[in-house]
């Protein structure tokens, strides 16, 4: 059974700040994604990762992936308050006939301080 | 384009009752996925449906079964509900026949259960 370990799970930090989410995970996927959820609303796609290696950015956020290490990081750079939400890692295996299930991690709550 | 539809929005149960939820995919999207959310945890995967099927299964009872009809448009349904099943539910649907490699989960706003 594939497990995913997010950490932090708490994370609060300073505007203009940089820091780092991770994501272990237990056994071999074929991809990864990262998604956004701000309180009371939906999961918002941010990432796909799709082989050893790929790395992805889009504004403030890079994502990374090793999978070798079978981890994942989510880099915030000089955060700023619409930052804030929860961030979820999502390793996901397909088989064949049927498309990716996603095992998600439990979340890292985001909030980016004045 | 209207993205994931899901219906009702809220609704509350008693325990040991039933529950229909509906969901609607994006268009062009022929796979459904249901995820349950218990408040504040990670989405689970409860099951997935394509051509009509089911094709996988999370670590979810019998009580929760589904089905897909022609038009790709899915529904869940739980039954002899437990307080347990209070969550958010959440449908999300992808393009299994793309060959783009990225097929992203679109994910709907999700129907909130409250068990009472």
């Known amino acids: 059974e594939l497990k995913v370990e997010q950490n932090p799970l708490f994370l609060s930090m300073q505007e203009g700040k940089n820091y780092t989410i991770y994501c272990n995970y237990s056994?071999?996927?074929?991809?990864l994604y990262w998604y956004r959820q701000d309180p009371g609303k939906s999961l918002e796609s941010l990432f796909v990762l799709l082989s050893n290696g790929a790395v992805k950015q889009e504004g403030r956020l890079m994502a990374s992936l090793d999978t070798k290490a079978r981890l994942s990081t989510l880099h915030i750079t000089a955060a700023v308050h619409d930052l804030s939400a929860t961030y979820f890692c999502a390793p996901a295996r397909g088989s064949g006939g049927s498309n990716y299930k996603l095992t998600f991690g439990k979340g890292t709550l985001l909030t980016v301080n004045p | 384009d209207a993205g994931v539809t899901q219906s009702p929005t809220h609704l509350i149960k008693t325990r040991g009752q039933q529950v229909t939820l509906r969901c609607s995919p994006k268009s062009g999207h022929d796979t459904v996925s249901w995820y349950q959310q218990a408040l504040g945890q990670g989405p689970q995967f409860i099951f997935q449906y394509y051509e009509e099927e089911e094709r996988q299964r999370g670590n979810f009872p019998d009580r929760f079964s589904g089905h897909q009809f022609p038009n790709y448009s899915s529904e869940l349904n739980v039954n002899a509900l437990l307080l347990g099943d209070s969550a958010l539910y959440l449908c999300?649907?992808?393009?299994?026949?793309?060959?783009?490699?990225?097929?992203?989960?679109?994910f709907g706003a999700g129907s909130r259960l409250t068990v009472l």
């Open positions: 056994t071999t996927s074929d991809r």
């Open positions: 999300a649907s992808s393009d299994l026949g793309s060959h783009s490699g990225a097929n992203v989960l679109t």
